[in-house]
């Protein structure tokens, strides 16, 4: 079904140069001079690679269904933190295991046992997963407070219990469990 180009949104599918494409971002743009476009950040899910394009405010592309099902992430079969990552769907309770290619290396460092994330589905394929906006974590490794630190506003680095670094306050210590940003990795406040 055709949508008009200002009407993408991040995370929705379509079919531009006759591929299956994933919008990673958008932005409207109203130069100064000329007509209005929409610049599209999308993602080739046969090759995998990124490109932006462009798209007058008029133009149409192609929209596409994805069906996006509810799974719980249940466990790394490598146990290295490298996939394939298995999860569960909560209705049918169905294992898959997504490879490197479906969960990239910025999603999987969030995944926690239980972890309920979006999966996209097109054809019987899986093509992705839309992490929670923000997960909870608890502190495995981080320095202690230094002195006069309460003083500035410096974050110090911690690492998190799926691996994954971070930067907290400095008042954070080993076992506190903190809320982190899943898209920027920033730290959002204690849980």
């Given at each position: 079904m055709p949508i008009k180009s200002t009407e993408l949104r991040r995370g929705q599918a379509l079919?531009?140069?006759?591929?299956?494409?994933?919008?990673?971002d958008t932005e409207f743009v109203k130069p100064g001079k000329g007509p209005a476009y929409v610049q599209v950040k999308m993602k080739n899910l046969d090759t995998g690679t990124i490109?932006?394009?462009?798209?007058?405010?008029?133009?149409?592309?192609?929209?596409?269904?994805?069906?996006?099902r509810t799974m719980q992430f249940l466990y790394d079969s490598s146990g290295q933190g490298k996939g394939p990552w298995v999860f569960m769907d909560n209705e049918t309770y169905d294992q898959i295991e997504l490879a490197e290619d479906v969960v990239l290396p910025t999603q999987s460092q969030w995944l926690?046992?239980?972890?309920?994330?979006?999966?996209?589905?097109?054809?019987?394929?899986?093509?992705?997963?839309?992490?929670p906006a923000s997960v909870e974590l608890a502190i495995t490794e981080t320095t202690d407070q230094a002195k006069a630190a309460t003083a500035t506003n410096q974050l110090k680095e911690a690492i998190v219990e799926t691996g994954a670094r971070v930067r907290v306050p400095p008042f954070i210590e080993v076992g506190q469990v903190v809320k982190i940003n899943t898209d920027s990795g920033e730290y959002l406040g204690k849980a």
């Open positions: 079919i531009y140069d006759g591929k299956l494409q994933i919008v990673i490109k932006i394009n462009r798209f007058n405010s008029s133009d149409k592309v192609e929209d596409v269904n994805i069906d996006k926690k046992d239980g972890l309920d994330v979006t999966v996209l589905v097109y054809n019987s394929n899986a093509l992705g997963i839309d992490l």
